[in-house]
Structure formats: structure tokens, C-alpha cells
């Protein structure tokens, strides 16, 4: 089946710095790409939608400055937390649709922000 | 608004038992409903799919029903096992436009030997 690699699956960083979460698919053409953010014990909550060779569409109340997400090829969209703070601790989750109705996750990465 | 409210609360059944989870939405008729299962730290993975015109799917020890009326899933796992023990997610397409999933709170299913 479609298959989403997420990477990495964890990170640490400094408050200010940038860190960049990728996600591939395998073996499949991801037209369109999902980025989701989970704080502990809540459900999934859309951040933005991802466009291959398009601007990405953002939810309300997500600044789109400090999460850049790249969507440059069919196989790779990619999200860049930028001067990362505490509050941005999360686990972020991307999703790729692979059918009218289906989808698919990655693996998901955590992000610490120290 | 629309809504998706799953159980917040744990479900705590013992092995062998059937374990029903509730999905309820509001403010929307949706052409499918999904259920996915999360384990602590991963992503989600999908389970089942029931269509607006099905009232019932099964997939081996899992059942899943569908009731347009009372804009409610039910989501059983028959002879459970304490390998089922995880969150459960329903997720409907909102129609949004940006063809996203939104996801209910998930209820944390707990499988005692």
C-alpha cells in the first residue's frame, strides 16, 4: 500500500533555532500533502495543506512564517518550524490522500523545544 | 460548528470482551466516516471506511455501524485482545474544500489480561 516516510521521528533543539521534518512518499505521487500538529492526550488538528508547486493553504490562527512548508516535488513536502519555542513542542503528523477517500500517515515526528 | 466528540474518557474492558467505541458528529452529513487506531508516538493508521449508504462493515474482529439519523458511529472489537489496546480516532471528510480529514478527540482503549 501507499506508504509515508516521515523523518525525523524525533528532535531536540534550541529555543530560537529552526528544525526541518520531511516527508516522503514511497510509492505513490502525492499531489497533495497534509500536516497535522497533536498536543498530548488531543486529537490531530490540521495545520496546513500542502500543494506540489504551490503556495501551501493554512489554517486559522497558523502562522504561515514560522511554519514554512515546501512542496517542490510530487515525493517530498516539508515542514520548517522556524525560531522554535517551547509552546511549538508537538508531535506533528503528515498525511498524504491516496484516493478520493484515503489516506495515508507518517510516522510522525516529536519535537522538543529546549 | 461542526463537531466530531469522541468518549474522552479511557475504556478500561477486560480480555475476551467487546469493546464499543462512540463517534458523534454534528452539523454535517458526510459521505464517509473512518476509523483509525494511534499508538503512543506514532501516527495513525487506518482501519475502516463506511459510506453513507452502509449501515454496517466488518473486518475480521472489527465492526463498525454507521447511523445517519442519529449522526453516529459505533466501533466494536469483538474478543479483544490486550495487543487492541490503543486510541481510536474516528475522522470525516468536513467538506472543507481542502479535502482533509478532521479527527475526533480519540478514546484510549485499554484491553486488561
Known amino acids: 500500500g501507499a506508504v509515508v516516510s516521515q523523518h525525523p521521528s524525533w528532535v531536540i533543539c534550541k529555543s530560537g533555532t529552526s528544525v526541518k521534518i520531511e516527508c516522503r512518499s514511497l510509492?505513490?505521487?502525492?499531489?497533495?500533502m497534509f500536516w497535522y500538529r497533536q498536543f498530548p492526550k488531543q486529537s490531530l488538528m490540521l495545520m496546513a495543506t500542502s500543494n506540489e508547486g504551490s503556495k501551501a493553504t493554512y489554517e486559522q490562527g497558523v502562522e504561515k512564517d514560522k511554519f514554512l512548508i515546501n512542496h517542490a516535488s510530487l515525493t517530498l513536502s516539508t515542514l520548517t518550524v522556524t525560531s522554535a519555542h517551547p509552546e511549538d513542542s508537538s508531535f506533528y503528523i503528515c498525511?498524504?490522500?491516496?484516493?478520493?477517500?484515503?489516506?495515508?500517515f507518517g510516522s510522525g515526528t516529536r519535537l522538543t523545544v529546549v | 460548528s461542526q463537531k466530531i466528540e469522541q468518549n474522552s474518557e479511557a475504556l478500561n474492558i477486560q480480555e475476551g470482551k467487546t469493546a464499543t467505541l462512540t463517534c458523534n458528529y454534528t452539523n454535517y452529513s458526510p459521505a464517509y466516516l473512518q476509523w483509525y487506531r494511534q499508538d503512543p508516538g506514532r501516527g495513525p493508521v487506518f482501519l475502516l471506511l463506511i459510506r453513507e449508504n452502509e449501515k454496517e462493515k466488518r473486518k475480521e474482529r472489527l465492526k463498525v455501524t454507521f447511523d445517519t439519523t442519529l449522526k453516529q458511529s459505533l466501533f466494536h472489537i469483538t474478543a479483544s485482545q490486550p495487543a487492541d489496546s490503543a486510541t481510536y480516532l474516528c475522522?470525516?471528510?468536513?467538506?472543507?474544500?481542502?479535502?482533509?480529514?478532521?479527527f475526533g478527540s480519540g478514546t484510549r482503549l485499554q484491553v486488561q489480561p
Open positions: 475522522a470525516l471528510d468536513m467538506d472543507t474544500g481542502r479535502r482533509a480529514l478532521t
Open positions: 498525511s498524504a490522500r491516496v484516493s478520493p477517500d484515503g489516506y495515508t
Open positions: 510509492d505513490f505521487q502525492a499531489t497533495t
